[in-house]
Nanobody, 127 residues
Framework: DVQPAGVWGGLVQAGGSLRLSCAASGGALDYRAVGWFRQTPGKEREGISCIVSLDDLYYVDSVKGRFAISRDSAKNTVYLQVNNLQPEDTALYYC?????????????????????WGQGTLVTVSS
């Protein structure tokens, strides 16, 4: 099964940017849904972006216009470019793979449609 590897985060100042990487082993990420999630203490893991193909991208409203998901097939890696980071973006970030869908029946990027998870990484945004 496709297994995402770790995601490398970091500490940035408000307004800064990071590129999160999600490499995978055990199979190709092409044509699979790859989702990005984040979680803060006491809250559920939130799906924020997902890619199935270049024509099939998803973003939650809170990150639209600031985050951009992309895929490098040659490197079997999915990226999340995160721009204009704000303190409220501070969270553990995860990538995950599953089948061919990013969303559940409620059209939400849901943890329920993903079955392989990478290790989370902390992104901390200072004000």
């Amino acid at each position: 099964d496709v297994q995402p590897a770790g995601v490398w985060g970091g500490l940035v100042q408000a307004g800064g940017s990071l590129r999160l990487s999600c490499a995978a082993s055990g199979g190709a990420l092409d044509y699979r849904a790859v989702g990005w999630f984040r979680q803060t203490p006491g809250k559920e893991r939130e799906g924020i972006s997902c890619i199935v193909s270049l024509d099939d991208l998803y973003y939650v409203d809170s990150v639209k216009g600031r985050f951009a998901i992309s895929r490098d097939s040659a490197k079997n890696t999915v990226y999340l470019q995160v721009n204009n980071l704000q303190p409220e973006d501070t969270a553990l970030y995860y990538c995950a793979t599953g089948g061919n869908y990013c969303t559940d029946r409620s059209d939400i990027i849901s943890t329920s449609v993903f079955n392989s998870w990478g290790q989370g990484t902390l992104v901390t945004v200072s004000s």
